[in-house]
């Protein structure tokens, strides 16, 4: 299956570490990225790779795979931080680049 | 840092066909082995890809919308379009258009994220 899941709401409280998740079985073959989104804005890459973070991105952020499920950690978020998540990676299989539905994440 | 920016009318008729530009500025669209994508966000819902090209014309379309995406890529300009045929309200959308998808590699296309993004354009499908 080319499906990426991610859950649709979290919360965290402000300067708490916060972990969200993308799990897919094209995971275990290819790796994440990750997209922060703000309302009426482009998304934003933030995280690439094993664990890398575009220029300008926050060491706050983190990512990590573990078999068929990639993880975006915000260490000590901000209110920032609050907006939606998004997952991104590739069928190699059916040549198809798929994004998972997105996370929103609100800072309490 | 690539720039890019989307063109194209807001406005498109239903069963018409959609057409969208995006210009790669500060950077060519013949740069690298990047390849170049279209995304596309219904209003409150999730992103969506459309398909992906390279400059050579190679390109690769996600399968629920191959049988109307086109995409084109005019390397004198340092552009690339999309078009979608057959429109209905369904289509109606926020239009990315992004560097990135894949890039090529010795296997043919291999992934790389969309590391930079147009910012964005609305396309409405009413009559």
């Known amino acids: 299956s080319s499906e990426l899941t991610q859950d649709p709401a979290v919360s965290v409280a402000l300067g708490q570490t916060v972990r969200l998740t993308c799990q897919g079985d094209?995971?275990?073959?290819?790796?994440a990225s990750w997209y922060q989104q703000k309302p009426g804005q482009a998304p934003l890459l933030v995280i690439y790779g094993r664990n890398n973070r575009p220029s300008g991105i926050p060491d706050r952020f983190s990512g990590s795979t573990s078999g068929d499920t990639a993880s975006l950690t915000i260490s000590g978020a901000q209110a920032d931080d609050e907006a939606d998540y998004y997952c991104?990676?590739?069928?190699?299989?059916?040549?198809?680049?798929?994004f998972g539905g997105g996370t929103k994440l609100t800072v309490l | 840092q690539v720039q890019l920016l989307e063109s194209g009318p807001g406005l498109v008729k239903p069963s018409q066909t959609l057409s969208l530009t995006c210009t790669v500025s500060?950077?060519?669209?013949?740069?690298?082995?990047?390849?170049w994508s279209w995304i596309r966000q219904r209003p409150g819902k999730g992103l969506d890809w459309i398909g992906s090209?390279?400059?050579?014309?190679?390109?690769f379309y996600n399968a629920s919308l191959r049988s109307r995406a086109s995409l084109s890529v005019d390397t004198s300009k340092s552009q690339f379009s999309l078009k979608l045929t057959a429109v209905t309200a369904a289509d109606t959308a926020v239009y990315y258009c992004?560097?990135?998808?894949?890039?090529?590699?010795?296997?043919?296309?291999?992934?790389?994220?969309?590391?930079?993004w147009g910012q964005g354009t609305l396309v409405s499908v009413s009559s």
């Open positions: 992004a560097r990135g998808g894949a890039y090529d590699c010795s296997r043919g296309a291999c992934y790389t994220p969309f590391d930079s």
């Open positions: 094209i995971l275990r073959s290819e790796s």
């Open positions: 090209i390279h400059y050579s014309g190679s390109a």
């Open positions: 991104n990676s590739r069928d190699n299989n059916e040549n198809h680049v798929v």
């Open positions: 500060v950077g060519s669209i013949t740069s690298g082995a990047y390849y």
